[in-house]
C-alpha cells in the first residue's frame, strides 16, 4: 500500500528544492564530472512538485470558498448596520449640520445610538463589519499566495521537463554515437 503524503507546511518546502552537485565546475568537460542535477531526482522532483500543486489548488478551492462565504456575511452584516441606521435616523430625523459630510453623520448616528441606548448594538454591528472585512484581507492574501505558489510550482516543472528533454535528447545521441 502507498505511503500517504505528507501534509504541505512552511517546514516543508525544502523538500521541494531540487539537489544539485555543489561543486560542479562550469568551466571543466562535462563528460568528466558527476551531473549538475541526476535526471532521475529531478524527475522524482517534478511528481513532488506535481503533489504539491494539487494540495496548493487544494488550499485555494477552499480558500475561494470561505472568501465567498465571508462576502455574504460581509453584504449580510453590512446590510443590518444598514437597516439599523435607518431605524434610527427615521425616529430621529439628522438636522441639516448633520449631514453635511458623512463624518457628521457617523457622529450623529453615534451620538442617537448612545442616547437611545442603542449603542452596543450600533457598536457590535461596526465590530462585526470590521472583523469580517480583516477576515476577508486574509483569506484574499492566502488565495493570492496560493497562486503565486502554484505558479511558481508550475514554471519550475516547465523548466524542469525542459532539461529532461535535453538529457533524454543527449542520452540518445550519446548511444548512436552523435
Given amino acids: 500500500m502507498a505511503k500517504e503524503p505528507k501534509k504541505s507546511s512552511a517546514s516543508s518546502w525544502d523538500e521541494l528544492l531540487v539537489p544539485t552537485y555543489p561543486t560542479y565546475d562550469w568551466d571543466a568537460d562535462p563528460g568528466e564530472q558527476p551531473e549538475y542535477t ?6 522524482n522532483c517534478v511528481i ?9 489548488t487544494q488550499r485555494l478551492v477552499a480558500t475561494n470558498k470561505r472568501i465567498g462565504q465571508a462576502k455574504v456575511a460581509l453584504e449580510q452584516a453590512e446590510a443590518a448596520l444598514d437597516d439599523f441606521e435607518q431605524e434610527l435616523l427615521r425616529t430621529n430625523p439628522a438636522p441639516a449640520s448633520a449631514t453635511k459630510s458623512l463624518k457628521l453623520l457617523d457622529a450623529y448616528l453615534n451620538q442617537v445610538a448612545v442616547s437611545t441606548g442603542k449603542a452596543d448594538d450600533y457598536r457590535k454591528l461596526i465590530g462585526r463589519i470590521r472583523e469580517i472585512r480583516q477576515r476577508l484581507r486574509i483569506l484574499e492574501m492566502t488565495a493570492d499566495n496560493c497562486r503565486h ?7 519550475a516543472g516547465e523548466h524542469a521537463m525542459t532539461h529532461l528533454s535535453f538529457v533524454k535528447t543527449e542520452a540518445a545521441a550519446a548511444r548512436k554515437g552523435i
Avoid: E, F
Wanted: proline fraction near 5%.
Fill in 48 to 56: 513532488r512538485w506535481v503533489n504539491a500543486a494539487i494540495r496548493i
Fill in 149 to 155: 505558489i502554484g505558479q511558481t510550482l508550475k514554471l
Fill in 38 to 43: 541526476n535526471p532521475v531526482t529531478l524527475n
